[in-house]
């Protein structure tokens, strides 16, 4: 196993158009997380995803972001009508289950630079 | 509402320079605090997990502890490659069962 992959790494993209991200986690990791991380700030919790089902969502995601598990296996991230203001870092990260706090922490992919002019 | 605050901001030390970074947190209920190094256009990698005021752990040159108030990473005859930018973050009872919430971050630069 390769760790998290992100896909794809750099993403340019003009100001109301629509970027689809892909997250693949660590195959036996059924824990999946979006963060989203601004120049010079720490990574900001967007949801997370036990198997297929979304069981948490920032406020911080707009009805403009919209993320799918499938079949409890890769993940994407969705952001429709883009503003200059989604100009971040999007990491993926999954996780072992079953323990009541998160004993290994979360293993991040490399992540996805989102740049909207 | 959790909170992490992360001191300095940026560190500059002399290869052979320990040094300490501190994270300080107000969480309801910890649950458990974090520490990530995180290299420029990476994701964070984890360091360690602490639990319990008292609490230490330790990998090579880096070493971790914990108060009711506060973490430390003390880092020991750094090297070059240590160089990144250190995250402290927390997960506590509030904002939800999986929301870790992260620092700014430490950005450490050992010179040779």
């Known amino acids: 196993d390769t760790g998290v992959s992100q896909d794809p790494r750099h993403k340019i993209t003009k100001r109301g158009q629509n970027v689809t991200f892909r997250c693949d986690p660590i195959?036996?990791?059924?824990?999946l997380y979006w963060y989203r991380q601004t120049l010079g700030q720490g990574p900001e919790f967007l949801t997370y995803?036990?198997?297929?089902?979304?069981?948490?969502k920032s406020r911080l995601l707009s009805d403009r972001f919209s993320a799918e598990r499938p079949k409890g296996s890769f993940s994407t991230l969705e952001i429709q009508r883009t503003e200059q203001g989604d100009s971040a870092m999007y990491l993926c990260?999954?996780?072992?289950?079953?323990?009541?706090?998160?004993?290994?922490?979360?293993?991040f992919g490399s992540g996805t630079r989102l740049t909207v002019v | 509402e959790d909170q992490v605050t992360q001191s300095p901001e940026a560190l500059r030390l002399q290869e052979g320079e320990s040094s300490s970074l501190n994270c300080s947190y107000t969480?309801?209920?910890?649950?458990?605090l974090f520490w990530y190094r995180q290299d420029p256009g990476k994701g964070p990698e984890f360091l360690f997990t602490?639990?319990?005021a008292g609490e230490e752990k330790e990998k090579e040159r880096l070493k971790a502890t914990l108060t009711k108030k506060e973490s430390f990473l003390h880092i020991t005859a750094p090297k070059p490659e240590d160089s990144a930018t250190y995250l402290c973050?927390?997960?506590?009872?509030?904002?939800?069962?999986?929301?870790?919430?992260f620092g700014t971050g430490t950005k450490l630069q050992v010179i040779p």
């Open positions: 195959s036996e990791h059924n824990r």
């Open positions: 995803f036990q198997n297929e089902a979304q069981l948490e």
């Open positions: 602490l639990y319990s």
């Open positions: 990260a999954s996780s072992l289950v079953g323990s009541y706090v998160v004993n290994y922490g979360y293993t």
């Open positions: 973050a927390v997960q506590g009872h509030s904002g939800g069962y999986q929301k870790v919430t």
């Open positions: 969480v309801s209920g910890l649950r458990g």
